[in-house]
């Protein structure tokens, strides 16, 4: 049995006058059926132009520059625009930052609902309705008929991603990819969307790829997280081991950063700033801000160590003959 989604050696680059620069480098995981992924890291990344890559929506001028995106077996790196489109409406559904950009302002949201449904489930409009009607109350949303008939600027930001949700779900994807789901969205709603977001995959035993900035949000909507940097998955573990013992020292740097239940002291973030993605430093990326670099560090790009069963991190300290 292969996993539902796996990427190996994934590279995306994107093409400036300074020659190609990569903002996803060599990226390997395996997501299994009914697992939940969170990947994690400031912004710029790579998080969300993997999660593009995996739907074939890099926006040009990026491009992938190798490895494969295997989904049920199936490399979609391989797959023409037409089978590529099947995979994305019914395989695979996607979940936004910003419903208000993804949702079509002049369209009523039940049509839109419906649509998918009739292109790739081949319903008819009425019926397709009523299917939209039912996933608005799976959602949770109140007065389903009524949201039916709505147009997006007349719901608020937490009902309107509800509705992203219920058209994610619509054709019953085996993976929902969700970007950032709920940053836009005030703290309660935030809460209950994830709550929503973990359920439903519960319940449908649906597998989910959850990118965020925030490793609060993954540690209470996933099982295991990635934590990238510079373009590098950096390290991969399962929630519970990374907050009791980090092993990348970019990790440590993060969990140090999250505001914890009654401790009173100053927040110590990650000192320095993500280095720009045509400016990377060579070796490890890391290594200008890391507390811990020493010779390797800056020379070679550490490859990724397995120290624990379950768990890979990209760190020389970790390789037995380069520890200092
Ligand atoms: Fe720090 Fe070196 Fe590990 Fe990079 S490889 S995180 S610089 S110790």
Redesign the pocket.
């Known amino acids: 049995m292969h996993p539902l989604l796996a990427l190996d050696g994934l590279g995306v680059a994107f093409d400036t006058p300074l020659g190609p620069a990569p903002a996803v480098d060599s990226v390997s995981f395996a997501l299994e059926k009914g697992e939940s992924l969170g990947l994690v890291g400031e912004s710029g990344c790579g998080k969300t132009v993997l999660s593009l890559a995996v739907l074939g929506l890099v926006p040009p001028p990026g491009r992938v520059t190798g490895g494969r995106i295997l989904f049920e077996g199936r490399d979609l790196l391989t797959l023409g625009p037409e089978a590529l489109r099947g995979v994305r409406g019914a395989g695979i559904g996607m979940v936004f930052q910003e419903p208000m950009t993804s949702l079509n302002p002049v369209m009523r949201v039940g049509f839109q609902t419906a649509e998918p449904l009739m292109l790739h489930k081949g319903l008819d409009k009425a019926r397709a309705l009523e299917r939209a009607a039912e996933l608005f109350a799976q959602v949770g949303l109140p007065d389903p008929g009524r949201v039916l008939r709505a147009y997006p600027h007349e719901l608020s930001g937490g009902m309107r991603q509800r509705v992203m949700i219920a058209m994610a779900l619509a054709c019953e994807p085996r993976l929902l990819i969700a970007d950032e789901p709920t940053t836009a969205l005030d703290v309660t709603i935030q809460k209950q969307i994830l709550e929503l977001l973990a359920s439903l995959a519960r319940e449908r035993g649906l597998s989910m790829l959850l990118i965020s900035h925030n490793l609060g949000v993954v540690a209470r909507t996933c099982a295991r997280a990635g934590v990238m940097y510079a373009g590098r998955l950096?390290e991969l573990s399962p929630v519970e081991a990374l907050f009791e013992r980090p092993l990348?020292?970019?990790s440590q740097g993060l969990l140090a950063s999250l505001p914890r239940l009654g401790e009173r002291h100053r927040l110590t973030p990650v000192a320095g700033a993500v280095p720009p993605i045509h400016g990377l430093p060579p070796?490890?990326h890391?290594?200008p801000r890391?507390p811990?670099?020493?010779e390797?560090?800056r020379r070679e790009a550490?490859p990724a160590f397995a120290p624990e069963p379950g768990r890979a991190v990209?760190?020389?300290?970790h390789a037995p003959e380069a520890r200092p």
Do not use: T
């Open positions: 950096v990348h020292p970019y070796g490890c890391f290594h890391c811990s670099a020493f390797p560090c550490p990209r760190c020389w300290l």
